[in-house]
């Protein structure tokens, strides 16, 4: 299986939150098991601009160095693709960011890690670090 990582899975982490320690635990499970991992370039942004906004910019360098050296893949969209998003927003009843990973689980047949209900009204499967932790 493929999965998507939303950024609900990172921040979760950076701002130790309530579940932090599960997605902590999924994510140091990457590199060892057999599944791949991937991440929007849109959640990456979402994170770097927060990060800058709080001058953490060592802390956004250990993270993005930590996600490189997991393997996580990173996905971009083109810009054909982002007017599809927008189609998307309207079709599926998503937010703009919410669209964007519902787009890169379609177009690529993934699931998606997320604390986020709004994907539970979607045809793609939603599941929690806890469902897929090895």
Do not use: W
Request: proline share 2%; net charge negative; hydrophobic share 35%.
């Amino acid at each position: 299986m493929m999965y998507l990582l939303d950024t609900n899975i990172f921040l979760e982490i950076l701002l130790d939150q309530k579940k932090s320690d599960e997605c902590e635990i999924l994510l140091r499970s990457v590199p060892v098991n057999k599944e791949k991992f991937y991440v929007s370039s849109f959640t990456l942004h979402t994170i770097e601009v927060k990060m800058t906004r709080e001058s953490k910019e060592d802390y956004l360098k250990n993270f993005l160095r930590s996600v490189d050296d997991l393997g996580i893949k990173r996905l971009d969209t083109p810009i054909s693709e982002e007017i599809k998003i927008l189609d998307c927003m309207d079709e599926q009843g998503l937010s703009f960011d919410d669209a964007v990973q519902y787009h890169i689980c379609k177009k690529n047949d993934f699931e998606i890690i997320s604390y986020d209900e709004h994907f539970d009204g979607t045809d793609i499967t939603r599941k929690e670090p806890s469902d897929i932790i090895f």
